[in-house]
Every structure is written in structure tokens, then in C-alpha cells.
């Protein structure tokens, strides 16, 4: 079936550092891929978004790439801030309906 | 304009009870979606409604029932609750048309206690 995988977490860096987070799919079309983040205490918001293959999403610093080729959305930012400090879910969409989201990735940034 | 919303925030229940989730949105959005939220596990889907009328199952419907109430309203019902439904429970909705990529709106969250 069709899933996400984004690297394990919690994830610990300093500010001003740079910033990946893995996520790799697999899905038997072509999906719209997502990140979405979500601060502490609240629902989930839509960080960025990528529908087709080499399109890049961005939004606040961070990009996207979306890698047919390596079946890869991985998040990047070049210098994080304390506020960044959040949980992030890859999340890929086939259908009209359903979001498949990966387990999700705790970044904490330390002043 | 207050996108999802839902209620209540926090709720402790002792195994056996029932009660539901509510769940609004004020964007006149077709579908809406009923999620959980496990340590680990991401987001899972319960229960979506593509429109007014309709419902279905998503990965993990055993021990719920929804209703699609009007366009606004999608709720979710836990009609005798088990410790293992404790969780956080996220309602969304989804706009439509091309420019919508799928993308879901989400609600800020229901924390869910079974003793």
C-alpha cells in the first residue's frame, strides 16, 4: 500500500543551523506530497506542498524538492530559529480523499 | 472566520462510557476528515465524509460511529470507550477544485483520556 517513512526522530540542533528532514514514499501513482507542521497545542497546519515531480514547495525558509526519481520530499531549511521548534509530518495524497501521512518528527532548536 | 473548530479540548472518560466529538468548519468545504493521533504513528485516518449524506470507513473505524450532520457538522461518536482509544483526535476539512491539491484544513484537537 501506499506509506511514508520520514527519519526517526527527536531531532536537537542549535539556531542558525541547517535543517534536513528525510522523508521518502512509496505509492503506486503519482502523488501531491506534503509537509505540514504542527506547534505544540495546536492541529496541524500546511507548511508546504509539491504536486508533480521536480516541483519545489517553499514557504517560511523551508523548500522541498519533490525526487520522482528517488521517491524523496525531503525537508530543508538553511538557518533554523528557536520558533521552528515543532513537530513536521511528511504526508503524500493519491486520491481525492486521503492523506497518508508519515509518523512524524519532533525538531527541537536551542538558542 | 474560524475554520475547524471542535469541542471539547480535553476529556477524561472511564471505560464503558460513550460520548462525541464535535467537530465544525466554516469554509464550505465538501469533505471533512476524522483523525487520530498516537506517539509514533502519525495521523490516522477514522472516518471521512466526501459530502453531505455520505460517510466512510478510513484505516481504523473499529469502536466509532460519525454523522455528517449538515455541511458544517461531521461528528464522532465513541458509544462505549476502551483504554486503548486515548489519543489526541484531529478533525479537517478539505476544499475542492484543482487549485485544492488535496490540502486539509485542521482543527486545533480533541485530548481524549480513557481510565
Known amino acids: 500500500g501506499d506509506s511514508v517513512t520520514q527519519m526517526e526522530g527527536p531531532v536537537t540542533l542549535s539556531e542558525e543551523a541547517f535543517l534536513t528532514i528525510n522523508c521518502t514514499y512509496t505509492?503506486?501513482?503519482?502523488?501531491?506530497l506534503f509537509w505540514y507542521v504542527q506547534y505544540p497545542g495546536e492541529g496541524l497546519q500546511l507548511l508546504l506542498k509539491?504536486?508533480?515531480?521536480?516541483d519545489k514547495g517553499s514557504n517560511k525558509g523551508f523548500e522541498a524538492t519533490y525526487r520522482k526519481e528517488t521517491t524523496s520530499f525531503h525537508l530543508e531549511k538553511g538557518s533554523v530559529q528557536v520558533s521552528d521548534s515543532a513537530v513536521y509530518f511528511c504526508?503524500?495524497?493519491?486520491?481525492?480523499?486521503?492523506?497518508?501521512f508519515g509518523q512524524g518528527t519532533r525538531l527541537t532548536i536551542n538558542p | 472566520n474560524a475554520g475547524v473548530t471542535q469541542t471539547p479540548k480535553f476529556q477524561v472518560l472511564k471505560t464503558g462510557q460513550s460520548m462525541t466529538l464535535q467537530c465544525a468548519q466554516d469554509?464550505?468545504?465538501?469533505?471533512m476528515y476524522w483523525y487520530r493521533q498516537d506517539p509514533g504513528m502519525g495521523l490516522r485516518l477514522i472516518y471521512y465524509?466526501?459530502?453531505?449524506?455520505?460517510?466512510d470507513k478510513g484505516e481504523v473505524p473499529n469502536g466509532y460511529n460519525v454523522s455528517r450532520l449538515n455541511k458544517r457538522e461531521f461528528s464522532l461518536r465513541l458509544e462505549s470507550a476502551a483504554p486503548s482509544q486515548t489519543s489526541v483526535y484531529f478533525c479537517?476539512?478539505?476544499?475542492?477544485?484543482?487549485?485544492?491539491?488535496?490540502?486539509?484544513?485542521f482543527g486545533p484537537g480533541t485530548r481524549l483520556t480513557v481510565l
Open positions: 479537517a476539512s478539505r476544499g475542492q477544485g484543482a487549485d485544492s491539491y488535496n490540502e486539509q484544513f
Open positions: 505509492a503506486t501513482g503519482y502523488p501531491s
Open positions: 509539491a504536486t508533480k515531480a521536480d
Open positions: 504526508a503524500l495524497s493519491l486520491g481525492a480523499q486521503k492523506l497518508v
Open positions: 469554509m464550505n468545504h465538501n469533505s
Open positions: 465524509s466526501a459530502s453531505e449524506g455520505t460517510t
